[in-house]
Nanobody, 121 residues
Framework: QLQASGGGSVQAGASLRLSCAAS????????MGWFRQAPGKEREFVAIISWSGGNTAYTDSVKGRFTISRDNAKNTVYLQMNSLKPEDTAVYYC????????????????WGQGTQVTVSS
């Protein structure tokens, strides 16, 4: 299971750090990532980190503001979100065992429950 936490309601410009703790199995050998879904919109990819933590990638809208990291000893993945904007408002989901499909979309084998992030202007 993947348990996400750390969401909340903040004003624009603030920071939040999301955490995703894995239990029941070890996810240290999997690429892990974060997705988000805003009201009325499709779920979108946000960030991915390789199993070793050596490689990361982000969707363009969060580059330079969000940082994904992981601590395999704690079986936990983080998403540091700085300079938050109202358009970052969404339910954020952590996921494991991501693959990039030929369509250009990331999909994941394992999903956690979401954590709500609300950014007011």
């Amino acid at each position: 299971q993947l348990q996400a936490s750390g969401g909340g309601s903040v004003q624009a410009g603030a920071s939040l750090r999301l955490s995703c703790a894995a239990s029941g199995r070890t996810f240290s050998s999997y690429d892990m990532g974060w997705f988000r879904q805003a009201p009325g919109k499709e779920r979108e990819f946000v960030a991915i980190i390789s199993w070793s933590g050596g490689n990361t990638a982000y969707t363009d809208s969060v580059k330079g503001r969000f940082t994904i990291s992981r601590d395999n000893a704690k079986n936990t993945v983080y998403l540091q979100m700085n300079s938050l904007k109202p358009e970052d408002t969404a339910v954020y989901y952590c996921a494991a065992d991501l693959t990039l499909h030929v369509s250009g979309r990331y999909e994941a084998e394992y999903w956690g429950q979401g954590t709500q992030v609300t950014v007011s202007s």
